[in-house]
């Protein structure tokens, strides 16, 4: 028998009703006193799926008097964009369209410029939602035409709040009592990941697959367990989420919290995704630690190498070995920052010709052009060291590298003061 899902039946009608998102629906929110005003002007919605972006659409788009066209990105063609712009001017159309979007991503380059004019002059009013960032996925000349609003992952409070609605809905509309203590409704809020349509898909299945006795549908924890499995994994390798596990994860290192990035570790192994942070965690030995403790990075490659060979999920144990020790290592980016001062200079012109004493002279004729002919070779010297320009001309004073304050540097530093110090 079809049944229709319990998340449309608890569908929110009015903003207030809405969970959630009361950074944008709050009264007083610049948001939420320009749609009390009648202000309705070309938005995208951008946020993960099941917080409330298409809920919202829907009941701005209840509330005007313009013509309501739906369309969803993952189907729609040329030719569905070309029907919505053939009503304007119509009869129909004659308070003005507004077109929802959905899922404008999956939009190619064509597509979304189609709409370029109706949209610019006012003809058609486009709310758009998607759950990638729209900076990536639409097009500049659409979306500068855009006011972007993030719509952001719920709180476990707000889905427990539309797990205690959904359980009230279903013991009215079946006529049976719903006993759901607090550990399942908990569970099932906190396992959605923030994503109410997910909580109340496990509440529907559930309900299904619970049986009546004595007039009670009783939910017990297991069965809960057996629907939500994993749901916590708001995950995919090729989305925004992917991209701020990953920042989060070496940033947390950088910070020299542990606990934070031993977190981030773990949703991004739980989720299976083993090759993305063994090579974060790799760059962020020489990246962020570097120079402060020059073994943290071969001893984080033999923990890499080790976490591939094991596979997951034993490839936690040596994974989580590298973080903590990266994470409390004594930190330093010298060696980066001075890469990076060396490409500037590079990338505007500096890169003159190397001096001619360091070119090689191992051939007939090298000498005659004064190729290498000068050279000192250090070896020969008192602490194996000459003073002597190994710069470009241009770039002969010019200092890259600046030691850490860190125990190793200043070792090193110490070391070439007394050495260099006398000057020869």
Not at 46 to 55: I, W
């Amino acid at each position: 028998m079809n049944r229709t899902p319990l998340a449309q039946l608890i569908r929110p009608a009015s903003l207030d009703e809405v969970f959630g998102q009361q950074h944008l629906l709050k009264k007083g929110q610049v948001f939420r006193d320009m749609l009390d005003g009648g202000v309705i002007p070309n938005m995208v919605f951008f946020g993960p799926s099941g917080v409330g972006k298409t809920t919202v659409a829907q009941i701005i788009a209840e509330n005007t008097n313009m013509q309501l066209f739906k369309l969803n990105g993952t189907s729609a063609s040329i030719g569905d964009v070309k029907d919505v712009i053939a009503g304007v001017g119509t009869l129909a159309g004659m308070n003005g369209i507004l077109l929802y979007l959905d899922e404008i991503q999956y939009f190619n380059k064509k597509q979304q410029q189609s709409l370029l004019e109706t949209v610019e002059d006012g003809s058609i009013t486009l709310i758009a939602s998607t759950t990638e960032n729209p900076y990536f996925y639409v097009y500049n000349a659409l979306l500068s035409r855009c006011t972007v609003f993030e719509f952001k992952q719920l709180d476990y409070e707000d889905v427990r709040l539309a797990a205690d609605r959904a359980f009230a809905l279903l013991s009215e509309q079946e006529g049976v009592q719903y006993s759901a203590d607090d550990e399942v409704r908990d569970y099932i809020a906190k396992t959605a990941g923030g994503d109410v349509r997910k909580a109340l898909n496990a509440i529907d299945l559930l309900s299904a697959a619970t049986k009546v006795e004595e007039g009670v549908k009783t939910v017990t924890i297991d069965a809960v367990k057996q629907v939500t499995s994993r749901s916590a994994s708001r995950y995919d390798r090729a989305d925004d989420v992917h991209y701020d596990l990953m920042s989060a994860l070496q940033k947390s290192i950088r910070g020299s919290d542990p606990d934070a990035a031993l977190h981030y570790l773990a949703r991004l192994l739980e989720a299976g995704d083993l090759v993305s942070p063994c090579r974060r965690i790799l760059v962020t030995a020489s990246e962020d630690i570097g120079l402060a403790y020059p073994m943290a990075v071969v001893i984080v490659k033999a923990c890499v190498d080790s976490a591939m060979q094991l596979g997951l999920p034993e490839a936690m144990m040596p994974l989580s070995e590298a973080v903590v020790l990266l994470a409390t290592a004594p930190k330093s980016n010298t060696a980066n920052a001075a890469y990076t001062a060396a490409l500037h200079d590079i990338k505007n012109g500096e890169s003159t010709d190397v001096p001619l004493h360091l070119k090689p002279n191992c051939y007939s004729g090298a000498e005659k052009l004064g190729r290498g002919v000068d050279y000192k070779y250090p070896h020969e010297f008192p602490n194996r060291w000459i003073r002597q320009q190994y710069l470009p001309d241009s770039l002969a004073d010019k200092k890259y590298y600046e030691y850490g304050d860190n125990k190793a540097e200043q070792a090193a530093k110490a070391y070439w003061d007394l050495i260099k110090g006398g000057g020869q």
